[in-house]
């Protein structure tokens, strides 16, 4: 089956808020589903923040991946980070994951983005294997959060 991708818009909303909930739940996150509807609306709305892309399989919705841009000194310019990357359960194991990667890396190259990075939990071991297969290193680093509140 073909994959296509094509950019997210805000008639997409509830689908991708139906996929963010499961990756949610399958990686064991919290969802706030009024916080992810706001931040993804202003995602569409401005693409200098990044893209939301839906993935296509077979003229299904097969998932979603969501890259943002920053800016790194380390890496040499425009940084972009894979934030979601999705696929559904039924279409898993088609090779959809790598597809969706190269589509990540074509997309970053043609904006100028010199490093795209991505998180992946420690246990995961198969996603970790395909992010390898697919170039991503791992720098022996730890990703660290802290959320800053409104002020």
């Given at each position: 089956?073909?994959?296509?991708?094509?950019?997210?818009?805000?008639?997409?909303?509830?689908?991708?808020?139906?996929?963010?909930?499961?990756?949610?739940?399958?990686?064991?996150?919290?969802?706030?589903?009024?916080?992810?509807?706001?931040?993804?609306?202003?995602?569409?709305?401005?693409?200098?923040?990044?893209?939301?892309?839906?993935?296509?399989?077979?003229?299904?919705?097969?998932?979603?991946?969501?890259?943002?841009?920053?800016?790194?000194?380390?890496?040499?310019?425009?940084?972009?980070?894979?934030?979601?990357?999705?696929?559904?359960?039924?279409?898993?194991?088609r090779g959809l994951g790598?597809?969706?990667?190269?589509?990540?890396?074509?997309?970053?190259?043609?904006?100028?983005?010199?490093?795209?990075?991505?998180?992946?939990?420690?246990?995961?071991?198969?996603?970790?294997?395909?992010?390898?297969?697919?170039?991503?290193?791992?720098?022996?680093?730890?990703?660290?959060?802290?959320?800053?509140?409104?002020?």
């Amino acid at each position: 089956m073909q994959t296509t991708f094509r950019a997210a818009e805000a008639a997409d909303a509830d689908a991708l808020l139906s996929m963010m909930r499961g990756l949610c739940e399958h990686d064991a996150m919290t969802f706030d589903e009024a916080a992810r509807r706001d931040a993804l609306a202003r995602l569409i709305a401005d693409e200098s923040l990044g893209l939301a892309h839906v993935l296509e399989s077979g003229g299904e919705t097969a998932g979603y991946l969501v890259i943002v841009f920053g800016f790194s000194l380390e890496f040499h310019g425009r940084d972009a980070f894979l934030d979601e990357l999705f696929v559904k359960d039924e279409f898993r194991g088609r090779g959809l994951g790598k597809e969706a990667l190269g589509f990540a890396e074509t997309v970053c190259r043609d904006r100028g983005v010199r490093a795209l990075h991505l998180e992946v939990d420690r246990s995961n071991t198969g996603a970790q294997a395909l992010y390898r297969k697919s170039g991503f290193k791992d720098h022996d680093r730890y990703l660290m959060t802290r959320l800053l509140e409104k002020q």
